[in-house]
């Protein structure tokens, strides 16, 4: 759609919305004379109050007055610009979406300021469906993680941190994945090299933690995945983990397993015996046509067999990933895969809704639409089951504007997660893609990156000692 700015440069509120709303459509800011189907924002002045006003080329108009007093540079008034573009588009939208005007992609985040504001979670519940004309059912599913996270919140000291540790590395590339993920195939060679750059990582952020007392309360291995590994590598790194970071008041170790064929009985040993709790082993769909279809080389019964072999190993908690809008998956496929997944009573289950590619239609079903319809059947089957939610996030470009949802067994949430999610607490990531946030008084966070691809990462660290000047003042507990 075209889309005009009149009276202000607030690119983000609109474009944000537009593509929340309208994301297989592109967005062109228009300049000069008006033309063909467009839709302007427009600020003005009316009775002495900010006037956030949209007109669509069919000739309607929405208005939504500022609160007296409010400067017309205040970043509230971005929220007013988004609600009249709102009011005006959903007049030409089948059915209103289920986030209602909310783009970001931490809804609960907003559900728990609405909490502490108020004080109440009913009143954050109203506000949500109608300031943000959230649906009933979401606004009650951000209530209810966002609960989690002020749980953990609450808890929180200063001096805690969570660390995560990368590993871009995939048997092969999933036709549908939107990560930095290296296919073994064509990058194994750099394995090796990348974990010994990790390790020197992992030796300098655990010296400089360890210098400012920070307490690591979780650690989280991700990718990527990570048990691409071979054994003595998993060794390697874990050693290095143990040896250089304290580990005294570690609460939660995960290791995100992914793909069955890289899982075996010798790395979980390892992952045991390295105190590792928390383990993921990820079907993403039980129907083996789908698996085929999108690339993946294990079938539904290569996760059970991994399944079983994981429990005899040891008392791992376990989480099983689902995405929902697989090509050439459909409802009752999806519906099938929560229900096979259920029976095996894992721990934790965590259903995605499938974050497509800028612009990629969606081969999902018989319509090519993802609704909420079947989301919310797959979520009831496992409240049914005594899973409940425990976190939550959108992504852009999401199949159907929907969300992904952690679930959980009663005492079996992930920390990490809901910490990491919600950014309520400082984590340090390492290995290439990482992205560490430091949370500052007032809500401010403070960002450290590291180099997208592992060659860039690699190269980094061999051309220079790393500085951890920016860690240590990321680290100040101001
Ligand atoms: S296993 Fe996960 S990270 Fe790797 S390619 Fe597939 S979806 Fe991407």
């Known amino acids: 759609m075209r889309y005009y700015l009149e009276g202000h440069d607030r690119l983000n509120p609109v474009l944000q919305l537009l593509i929340c709303l309208f994301p297989d459509e592109e967005h062109i800011r228009g300049d000069g004379e008006k033309i063909g189907e467009y839709v302007v924002s427009g600020l003005s002045e009316r009775e002495g109050r900010i006037c956030a006003w949209a007109e669509g080329y069919w000739g309607a108009r929405r208005e939504e007055l500022c609160p007296e007093g409010m400067d017309i540079s205040a970043p509230q008034v971005s929220e007013y610009i988004r609600r009249s573009l709102y009011l005006l588009l959903s007049e ?118 360890k210098e ?123 519906v099938y895969s929560v229900r096979e997944l259920v029976k095996l009573e894992p721990e934790n289950i965590t259903l995605h809704c499938l974050a497509r590619k800028k612009g990629a239609p969606l081969r999902f079903g018989k319509t090519g639409e993802l609704s909420e319809r079947v989301i919310d059947t797959c979520h009831d089957e496992m409240r049914k089951a005594g899973f409940e939610p425990y976190y939550m996030y ?42 560490g946030k430091f949370i500052k008084p007032g809500g401010k966070i403070v960002r450290l990156s590291n180099p997208k691809y592992p060659l860039e990462y690699i190269e980094r660290h061999k051309s220079a000692q790393s500085d951890w000047e920016p860690l240590r003042l990321a680290l100040e507990n101001d």
């Open 212 to 334: 400012k007392g920070r307490r690591i309360k979780s650690l989280y291995i991700g990718g990527g995945t990570p048990t691409i590994l071979s054994k003595e590598q998993l060794f390697m790194l874990m050693s290095a983990l143990i040896e250089y970071m304290d580990l005294s008041s570690l609460e939660e170790f995960t290791l995100e397993g992914g793909r069955p064929e890289t899982i075996t009985a010798g790395k979980l040993r390892i992952a045991r015996e390295a105190g590792v709790g928390r383990i993921s082993i990820n079907p993403q769909t039980m129907n083996d046509d789908v698996l085929r279809g999108v690339g993946r080389f294990h079938t539904a019964d290569d996760i059970r067999r991994c399944y079983h072999m994981a429990r005899e190993q040891g008392s791992f908690e376990i989480n099983m990933d689902l995405i929902a809008g697989l090509p050439s998956d459909d409802d009752e496929g999806l």
């Open 92 to 209: 030409r939208m089948d059915k209103a979406p289920q986030w209602g005007m909310l783009t970001g992609v931490k809804p609960s985040k907003l559900a728990l300021k609405l909490i502490e504001e108020t004080g109440s979670k009913a009143e954050a519940e109203r506000i949500l469906q109608e300031r943000y004309f959230v649906s009933e059912r979401r606004a009650a599913l951000a209530i209810q993680t966002a609960i989690v996270s002020q749980h953990y919140k609450q808890l929180r000291r200063k001096d805690d941190i969570e660390v995560y540790v990368g590993i871009p590395f995939c048997p092969a590339k999933c036709s549908y994945c939107s990560f930095v993920s290296n296919d073994v195939r064509r990058w194994g060679d750099l394995v090796e090299p990348y974990l010994l750059a990790l390790i020197d990582e992992i030796k300098g952020t655990g010296s400089v933690l």
């Open 394 to 435: 959108r992504q852009k470009y999401t199949a159907g504007g929907l969300e992904n949802v952690g679930f959980a067994k009663e005492g079996t949430f992930c920390r990490y997660n809901v910490i990491m999610m919600e950014e309520t607490g400082d984590v340090a990531a390492l290995g290439s893609g990482g992205v």
